[in-house]
């Protein structure tokens, strides 16, 4: 028996564009990789930075938030807030040499169905090279 | 601007200053440090008769809790109030008050060039004393004074920012100078319209205290390199925060942590029940109360840009985490994102507040 | 009249219809929606991009469309046409065919099965035949409704008689081949037009080679190239070969403004259709170089001119004014384009690909339709509307909406659809309505403090779920997750009978909590928060897994991972569902009345349509009369008189009994917010009142620009257009001769601190010529241009004019003209202007007896003070900002505040009028209504946690929370919070949070992702 790793990616989506983007990848039948776990928010913004802590000391191989790409925010302008607080996130692990890498912010519409299937299999593969998430097994946390 | 000279000690200068502003009404109290005659013990005072500055040391290279916070809270009071503020305590008031935690509408800021505070354990037990004279040579020297908290002895912002009135202290001043009071804005000119002393326009100069800091900076650097090397990647973290015993000392001493109640004592972090378990039965392990790791995550983002770098943190932490080191250092590069530097200005904008349409292209 | 019925027939379901449709429901209006085609969207979901802002046409339209399709007061009639109207106004009675579907929509699951089955392979109509699509279809992916038609004159049973492969395969018998044509009739009040517009068919134009030469495509083609989720995943590639073209060539006006083809009218959007394509298709390809072939760019409209010097700047894009004479096939496929210079010059260049920028032209049939609903066309065959009744047909109680009367974008389409909404009005019954929460009209059962009892449904959807994941597995994992009382599987959960068991099975197991994992809940989760409220829960009691679109249709070659993640989304929606809590739309009661602000056309005209839709309006006006910017009006290019229909129109204001008017007012202080503002305005007595009212419209118009350049004010001689149309009208002509007269165009617009355009200039400028044309025939008339923008149907006086022999000379922001004055001592002299001659290359010089500037119009410099008031935001032009540019044009994001008129942004009288139409039914969609729901999904604040530092207030786009001065607490507003959480992720003290989406819900739902799954081990 050999074991084949299989990233956990907690992906947020809005749901007004990245998560109808989703929906539309799989009407069109576009096969991407199940490692994706989708959350339905109401708006990017709606993602607290914190949730991204919490995902990631939990344990999910990576975390993707999806979101309108600016200027389309359902919510006029809750898309721009959300990058700020990916912005210091995302600089707050890599100051602390975390894995910044396992974080993912993307812009993703509700017709681009295509891109979403390709940030899905992109992600997983980058996580794929970087491994199991090492706070699954550490009983610090 | 101007300048009023009084040809006394520092200290002294301001301490008649302080009298002056109760005595001629000019405010309802003042905010000082103090030593306690008694027990020798140091602490922030609110006074309101002069007959009790006698005690106040109001340069005390002692922190006891940062003033800035406690003072915004008064602020609101509508008491007008003279408070002597270290330059991070000011900035900790700037950032306050920008969250509508304070109004300096009724304050008179002074503040004055800072050479560091003692940490507190030794401003307890009395050894401070004997290091104070060694202090004050070393910093007239412009050099740093090696008993002073880490993060003051990294401290870029030593020259305070704005306030009312600023002095220069040890290590700023010229031999036989004297007391020199640099004025900003009407509030101090109105407030010190009678106050004697020889009225100037002098500019403070800071080229005095280049020598200091460039061994600021150079302290600085080795002090994030050695945060750099103790705390990088998971493992490095656990070292350093898996001490963490969940006290959250830190967070209540912070200036900038002013919520009523931490969210990360809200229930959103209690036990979740199954998934608890869950995690146990994953980890075959895990230690109690959970979440310590997180809470200091959680707060670099939630103010690390804010971060005034006052060291209080680390000087209450029971276990010896460098909080302030890490936070300071996490903090530069957060707020350097958006070109902030806290407390520098009441009108810069607060980095989550605001937002630009082109900007962080890179991500998403 | 009668109005007894209430409920208007809307022909078109475009964005004008949707939006029509949608406005008219929230009146309280039935509404019979028609539509030809099997799906509603029109011709917008065939965008990729919209301009000037790039946004994602499906992602804004999607939710119009979701929000049309389940509103219960919209009835869709798809695949139908219309083909009579009789009766009188307020009492029509229409007849419309409603064709075969083939397909039972009832029992259609949207599987798709069929499709794949289906032999017969046809053009994609909505893919421009750039794709292949079958004879049982959708007619695009995201269509709604969502069920499958058959194409009956492709189907093989249906033409032959043979196959019936479909009927097979379809897993609920939704297949009828034996589906009839119906004919029926609906009593209406009214009917809205909406049929849209066509693009021009370019096979005509032989010398561009379209359809011969495999890489010259249309726009239109060229778009769905573009999209992401179009026949190319918009990777653009050349028919020939299939490669990425490197250079593209766009050629303008392909159809549009074209006399040797009856097209003597401007498309007004190919310009910036144009444009965006490329600074798409540069984004998508950075070494791509696009080049534009044009006449004029007509880049009118708001922020369009910003969006034009982007393209320059930013993406390179390179514009050449030429004509375009031949397109010539070279052997690599490559394409010549030989094109003429204004000066004569010929000029030769090759490129990988062209794209014809196709204009817009009447739809196909509109002569028959008009014949048979007796309405009148104008001579390009467009539907005919007058400058003052611009929204109307020559039928009475028939509207007219979207590009059907004139070519239009997107919009323009919109207001124009909320205009005729506000038309329509007048023939309904005006009695105010109480909007219900819905819910199955079944007593709502008590659950709060009661532990979860949750009930799971796995959905197979036949093969669609079931063929891929284990489905049988999952509910048997469901079955063991806490506080889960029941799991079972289900065939098709949204089938009507499954929608029963469900039922049942709340009252069996005493559920209090539904989770369905099945496809998606942005089209379901609506039907089954129904039934369970039918059952007698809170709606908001239930959860839905994405089994389907998420899991089972994007993992089918991997059924274990499939069947892993399936169990993830389940056990996320019992996690979640187990915090779930019973949410109660608050009902906030509306004030009936509304606030105008300005009492210009625009202001009386949204002033008229409130109040003739029987309610109170406040109208402000800060001059001492009415009339506004439109007092300096006196021609017309149809010969109406604007001063007659302003007197009329402020005769009918004053005289209105639902018209308080207040001259020489100012608004000191506007509070209050949705249904509830309160004012306080100085009258001209200088008496401080206040007034209550539900909604705002904002109307305060615009200001002619104040130039110092061209020698303005330093002779007489030198007049703006707004002076000049009055010279015209009085005849107070300078003394003299006056032989020589120069118009100069932009005069402050399109350059440095007014990077827009000014939009009705080129068109008045060439009015007024023609008005001095008629005066004086024999004056010279010399234009300086840059553009001339004479957008749309304006465009025939334009050739009017060249034609009488006005002379045009181009110049650009560096070769401005000058003028001189030829005695500086004489307050009237002479002046002199040299302007550049591109064609002959040389400077012109003439001595003007007449100066005429088209000068720039500005935002009004106290706007500021009222957006502040409203809390409404400005552009940088300080322009009011509306809430979308696109899709809600005349609605502010705080809701009920309305802009119209010149506040918004330039425009002419007949746009004012349509718009100030539109804010006036944009505002009675709340004020029809006693009271409305304010969302369930709202932000709470725990007051014991706040510390007041106003995160929150900064970061809410509406207005909606705010931080209390006296007790230093946030407060939300339930009635303009949208539920979107920015607020609540802003919050540091963990003092907000979301009904519906809770922090700990949603902590719940990723701590439940740690589940250690076999499946991460494989042999």
Same mark, same amino acid.
């Given at each position: 028996m050999n074991k084949e790793f299989v990233p956990r990616i907690t992906s947020f989506l809005c749901k007004w564009c990245s998560y109808t983007g989703a929906d539309l990848a799989g009407t069109s039948r576009l096969q991407y990789s199940a490692s994706i776990i989708p959350i339905q928010v109401m708006c990017s913004s709606r993602v607290d930075p914190v949730f991204l802590l919490k995902a990631y000391l939990s344990g999910s191989d990576g975390v993707l938030l999806g979101g309108c790409h600016p200027g389309d925010c359902h919510y006029e302008t809750g898309n721009y807030h959300t990058r700020r607080r990916f912005a210091i996130v995302r600089e707050v692990f890599e100051s602390l040499g975390l894995e910044s890498d396992r974080l993912r912010l993307s812009w993703i519409s509700a017709s681009e169905g295509p891109k979403f299937a390709r940030i899905a299999n992109e992600f997983t593969e980058e996580i794929r090279l970087l491994g199991e998430n090492p706070t699954r097994k550490s009983i610090f946390l | 601007m101007s300048s009023i000279s009084i040809d006394k000690s520092v200290a002294m200068g301001l301490k008649d200053l302080l009298g002056y502003l109760l005595d001629s009404d000019k405010v309802d109290s003042v905010l000082t440090m103090r030593r306690i005659p008694e027990t020798g013990a140091w602490d922030l005072a609110l006074i309101t008769d002069s007959g009790n500055l006698g005690e106040a040391e109001p340069l005390a290279p002692v922190m006891t809790v940062n003033a800035g916070k406690e003072l915004s809270s008064l602020s609101l009071s509508g008491k007008r109030i003279a408070a002597v503020l270290k330059p991070c305590e000011l900035r900790a008031l700037i950032e306050r008050v920008k969250r509508e935690q304070g109004s300096l509408q009724n304050l008179l800021t002074i503040s004055h060039t800072c050479s560091g505070v003692f940490p507190l354990e030794q401003a307890a037990d009395g050894s401070m004393n004997e290091l104070l004279p060694k202090y004050e040579k070393v910093a007239s020297m412009g050099e740093v004074p090696s008993s002073v908290r880490d993060t003051c002895k990294a401290c870029q912002h030593f020259i305070p920012v704005h306030p009312d009135i600023m002095l220069a202290s040890a290590g700023a001043q010229r031999p036989g100078e004297g007391c020199v009071l640099y004025l900003e804005g009407g509030k101090a000119e109105e407030a010190l319209r009678e106050f004697r002393g020889v009225r100037d326009d002098r500019v403070f100069d800071p080229s005095s205290l280049d020598r200091t800091a460039a061994a600021r900076k150079k302290e600085r650097d080795r002090l994030f390199a050695r945060v750099e090397n103790d705390c990088s990647g998971l493992d490095g973290l656990l070292n350093v925060f898996g001490k963490c015993v969940g006290c959250h000392g830190c967070s209540r001493v912070c200036p900038i942590c002013y919520c009523a109640l931490c969210d990360f004592e809200s229930m959103n972090f209690d036990y979740n029940l199954p998934y608890f378990e869950e995690h146990l039965s994953r980890r075959g392990a895990l230690r109690l109360p959970p979440d310590t790791v997180m809470f200091h995550l959680g707060r670099l983002t939630h103010m690390s840009f804010s971060c005034v770098g006052c060291g209080m943190c680390s000087d209450v932490c029971p276990v010896g985490i460098p909080v302030a080191a890490v936070f300071s250092r996490t903090g530069e590069r957060t707020a350097s994102l958006f070109d902030y530097v806290p407390g520098r200005s009441l009108t810069e904008e607060i980095p989550v507040m605001v937002f630009k349409e082109e900007e962080f292209s890179e991500l998403g | 009249?009668?109005?007894?019925?209430?409920?208007?027939?809307?022909?078109?379901?475009?964005?004008?219809?949707?939006?029509?449709?949608?406005?008219?429901?929230?009146?309280?209006?039935?509404?019979?929606?028609?539509?030809?085609?099997?799906?509603?969207?029109?011709?917008?979901?065939?965008?990729?991009?919209?301009?000037?802002?790039?946004?994602?046409?499906?992602?804004?339209?999607?939710?119009? +469309?979701?929000?049309?399709?389940?509103?219960?007061?919209?009835?869709?009639?798809?695949?139908?046409?219309?083909?009579?109207?009789?009766?009188?106004?307020?009492?029509?009675?229409?007849?419309? &065919?409603?064709?075969?579907?083939?397909?039972?929509?009832?029992?259609?699951?949207?599987?798709?099965?069929?499709?794949?089955?289906?032999?017969?392979?046809?053009?994609?109509?909505?893919?421009?035949?750039?794709?292949?699509?079958?004879?049982?279809?959708?007619?695009?992916?995201?269509?709604?409704?969502?069920?499958?038609?058959?194409?009956?004159?492709?189907?093989?049973?249906?033409?032959?008689?043979?196959?019936?492969?479909?009927?097979?395969?379809?897993?609920?018998?939704?297949?009828?081949?034996?589906?009839?044509?119906?004919?029926?009739?609906?009593?209406?009040?009214?009917? &809205?037009?909406?049929?849209?517009?066509?693009?021009?068919?370019?096979?005509?134009?032989?010398?561009?080679?379209?359809?011969?030469?495999?890489?010259?495509?249309?726009?239109?083609?060229?778009?769905?190239?573009?999209?992401?989720?179009?026949?190319?995943?918009?990777?653009?590639?050349?028919?020939?070969?299939?490669?990425?073209?490197?250079?593209?060539?766009?050629?303008?006006?392909?159809?549009?403004?074209?006399?040797?083809?009856?097209?003597?009218?401007?498309?007004?959007?190919?310009?910036?259709?144009?444009?965006?394509?490329?600074?798409?298709?540069?984004?998508?390809?950075?070494?791509?170089?696009?080049?534009?072939?044009? +006449?004029?760019?007509?880049?009118?409209?708001?922020?369009?001119?910003?969006?034009?010097?982007?393209?320059?700047?930013?993406?390179?894009?390179?514009?050449?004014?030429?004509?375009?004479?031949?397109?010539?096939?070279?052997?690599?496929?490559?394409?010549?384009?030989?094109?003429?210079?204004? @000066?004569?010059?010929?000029?030769?260049?090759?490129?990988?690909?062209?794209?014809?920028?196709?204009?817009?032209?009447?739809?196909?049939?509109?002569?028959?339709?008009?014949?048979?609903?007796?309405?009148?066309?104008?001579?390009?065959?467009?539907?005919?509307?007058?400058?003052?009744?611009?929204?109307?047909?020559?039928?009475?109680?028939?509207?007219?909406?979207?590009? +059907?009367?004139?070519?239009?974008?997107?919009?323009?389409?919109?207001?124009?659809?909320?205009?005729?909404?506000?038309?329509?009005?007048?023939?309904?019954?005006?009695?105010?309505?109480?909007?219900?929460?819905?819910?199955?009209?079944?007593?709502?059962?008590?659950?709060?403090?009661?532990?979860?009892?949750?009930?799971?449904?796995?959905?197979?959807?036949? &093969?669609?779920?079931?063929?891929?994941?284990?489905?049988?597995?999952?509910?048997?994992?469901?079955?063991?997750?806490?506080?889960?009382?029941?799991?079972?599987?289900?065939?098709?959960?949204?089938?009507?009978?499954?929608?029963?068991?469900?039922?049942?099975?709340?009252?069996?197991?005493?559920? @209090?909590?539904?989770?369905?994992?099945?496809?998606?809940?942005?089209?379901?989760?609506?039907?089954?928060?129904?039934?369970?409220?039918?059952?007698?829960?809170?709606?908001?009691?239930?959860?839905?897994?994405?089994?389907?679109?998420?899991?089972s249709w994007a993992h089918m070659d991997e059924p274990e991972q499939a069947t892993s993640k399936s169990k993830d989304l389940v056990e996320m929606a019992v996690a979640k569902a187990r915090g779930l809590t019973p949410l109660e739309r608050l009902p906030i009661e509306i004030d009936p009345e509304a606030l105008v602000i300005g009492g210009g056309l625009s202001g009386m005209s949204a002033a008229l349509s409130i109040a003739d839709a029987g309610h109170d309006v406040y109208l402000v006006e800060r001059a001492e009369d009415l009339g506004g910017n439109m007092r300096d009006i006196f021609f017309n290019f149809d010969g109406s008189d604007p001063q007659e229909f302003l007197s009329g129109l402020i005769d009918r204001v004053l005289g209105h009994n639902r018209i308080k008017v207040?001259?020489?007012?100012?608004?000191?202080?506007?509070?209050?917010?949705?249904?509830?503002?309160?004012?306080?305005?100085?009258?001209?007595?200088?008496?401080?009142?206040?007034?209550?009212?539900?909604?705002?419209?904002?109307?305060?118009?615009?200001?002619?620009?104040?130039?110092?350049?061209?020698?303005?004010?330093?002779?007489?001689?030198?007049?703006?257009?707004?002076?000049?149309?009055?010279?015209?009208?009085?005849?107070?002509?300078?003394?003299?001769?006056?032989?020589?007269?120069?118009?100069?165009?932009?005069?402050?617009?399109?350059?440095?601190?007014? +990077?827009?355009?000014?939009?009705?200039?080129?068109?008045?400028?060439?009015?007024?010529?023609?008005?001095?044309?008629?005066?004086?025939?024999?004056?010279?008339?010399?234009?300086?241009?840059?553009?001339?923008?004479?957008?749309?149907?304006?465009?025939?006086h334009y050739s009017e004019l060249r034609d009488s022999g006005a002379l045009f000379f181009r110049y650009t922001p560096d070769s401005k003209p000058t003028a001189e004055l030829i005695d500086p001592e004489d307050p009237h002299s002479r002046v002199r202007v040299t302007v550049l001659d591109p064609v002959l290359e040389k400077e012109v010089v003439i001595d003007a007896d007449l100066l005429v500037l088209a000068t720039a119009i500005d935002a009004l410099p106290e706007n500021l003070k009222l957006a502040r008031m409203l809390k409404v935001p400005l552009n940088s032009d300080g322009m009011f900002l509306e809430a979308h540019v696109k899709l809600r044009p005349v609605d502010f994001a705080t809701e009920g505040i309305f802009v119209c008129g010149l506040a918004h942004g330039p425009k002419d009288m007949s746009e004012s009028l349509v718009q100030a139409r539109a804010a006036a039914g944009r505002a009675l969609t709340f004020l029809r209504k006693k009271s409305i729901l304010a969302e369930g999904t709202i932000a709470e604040v725990r007051r014991e946690r706040c510390s007041g530092c106003g995160y929150c207030q900064a970061v809410c786009a509406y207005s909606a929370i705010e931080v209390d001065p006296e007790e230093q607490v946030a407060v939300v507003n339930d009635a303009l919070c949208k539920g979107c959480g920015a607020c609540v992720a802003s919050c540091r003290c963990g003092a907000l949070d979301l009904r519906g989406f809770s922090n700990i819900q949603l902590y719940s739902v990723f701590n439940s992702l740690v589940r250690e799954t076999a499946e991460g081990v494989v042999n």
């Open positions: - | - | 009249m009668k109005k007894s019925r209430n409920s208007v027939l809307v022909l078109g379901a475009g964005i004008a219809g949707i939006q029509a449709s949608l406005d008219l429901a929230e009146m309280g209006v039935g509404v019979h929606l028609v539509e030809g085609t099997p799906t509603i969207g029109g011709r917008m979901p065939q965008l990729d991009k919209t301009f000037p802002t790039n946004d994602c046409s499906m992602c804004i339209l999607s939710p119009k +469309m979701s929000e049309c399709v389940r509103h219960p007061l919209i009835t869709l009639h798809i695949k139908s046409s219309l083909e009579k109207i009789e009766g009188a106004p307020g009492d029509f009675r229409c007849t419309v &065919i409603e064709r075969a579907k083939y397909v039972d929509p009832v029992k259609c699951v949207s599987c798709g099965l069929c499709e794949e089955k289906c032999p017969v392979k046809i053009d994609d109509v909505f893919d421009e035949g750039l794709r292949k699509t079958k004879a049982i279809s959708r007619y695009f992916l995201q269509s709604i409704p969502s069920e499958y038609t058959i194409n009956a004159g492709h189907c093989l049973y249906l033409t032959k008689g043979v196959c019936r492969l479909c009927e097979k395969v379809c897993p609920t018998g939704a297949i009828n081949y034996g589906d009839m044509d119906r004919e029926i009739e609906l009593n209406v009040n009214a009917v &809205i037009l909406a049929t849209g517009i066509d693009p021009y068919d370019p096979i005509g134009f032989g010398h561009f080679g379209y359809r011969r030469y495999s890489n010259v495509v249309t726009s239109l083609e060229f778009e769905r190239m573009l999209s992401a989720s179009g026949p190319l995943s918009g990777h653009v590639a050349r028919a020939s070969d299939g490669r990425a073209p490197e250079n593209i060539a766009f050629i303008q006006c392909v159809g549009s403004r074209d006399i040797s083809i009856d097209r003597n009218y401007c498309s007004s959007a190919c310009c910036m259709f144009a444009i965006k394509q490329s600074i798409i298709a540069r984004e998508h390809n950075r070494d791509l170089s696009a080049t534009i072939f044009y +006449m004029d760019i007509r880049a009118f409209g708001k922020d369009f001119d910003r969006y034009y010097e982007k393209a320059q700047e930013q993406y390179g894009v390179e514009f050449v004014r030429s004509k375009v004479a031949e397109v010539r096939e070279l052997r690599n496929g490559n394409l010549e384009l030989k094109y003429t210079f204004e @000066n004569g010059d010929i000029q030769h260049r090759e490129f990988d690909m062209v794209v014809l920028s196709i204009g817009l032209q009447p739809r196909a049939g509109s002569r028959e339709l008009s014949g048979k609903l007796d309405i009148g066309l104008n001579r390009f065959g467009f539907c005919r509307s007058d400058t003052f009744r611009p929204l109307n047909t020559t039928r009475d109680g028939v509207f007219v909406c979207g590009a +059907m009367n004139g070519p239009k974008d997107n919009p323009e389409s919109v207001v124009s659809a909320s205009g005729a909404v506000a038309g329509a009005m007048e023939y309904l019954d005006a009695a105010r309505y109480e909007p219900s929460a819905g819910g199955g009209g079944v007593p709502e059962k008590h659950v709060t403090g009661e532990r979860p009892r949750i009930g799971v449904f796995v959905c197979h959807c036949g &093969i669609n779920i079931a063929g891929v994941v284990d489905v049988k597995d999952v509910a048997a994992y469901a079955a063991g997750l806490p506080n889960v009382e029941h799991a079972e599987n289900v065939v098709y959960a949204c089938s009507t009978d499954c929608l029963e068991t469900i039922k049942s099975r709340v009252a069996e197991h005493d559920l @209090n909590r539904v989770v369905v994992a099945a496809c998606t809940p942005r089209t379901h989760e609506p039907l089954f928060r129904q039934t369970i409220s039918e059952a007698g829960l809170n709606p908001y009691l239930f959860e839905m897994a994405n089994i389907r679109d998420q899991c207040w001259r020489k007012a100012s608004i000191e202080d506007i509070t209050g917010y949705v249904g509830n503002f309160r004012t306080k305005l100085t009258g001209e007595s200088g008496e401080l009142e206040e007034l209550s009212h539900g909604a705002v419209v904002v109307a305060t118009g615009g200001q002619e620009h104040e130039t110092e350049e061209y020698q303005y004010g330093r002779s007489s001689r030198v007049v703006t257009q707004k002076e000049f149309e009055r010279m015209l009208h009085d005849g107070s002509f300078p003394a003299g001769r006056l032989r020589e007269v120069v118009m100069i165009q932009c005069v402050g617009s399109r350059e440095e601190g007014r +990077m827009y355009c000014s939009r009705i200039c080129c068109s008045k400028a060439v009015k007024n010529a023609l008005q001095l044309r008629k005066r004086k025939p024999r004056a010279n008339i010399y234009f300086a241009v840059r553009d001339v923008r004479t957008y749309g149907f304006a465009e025939e």
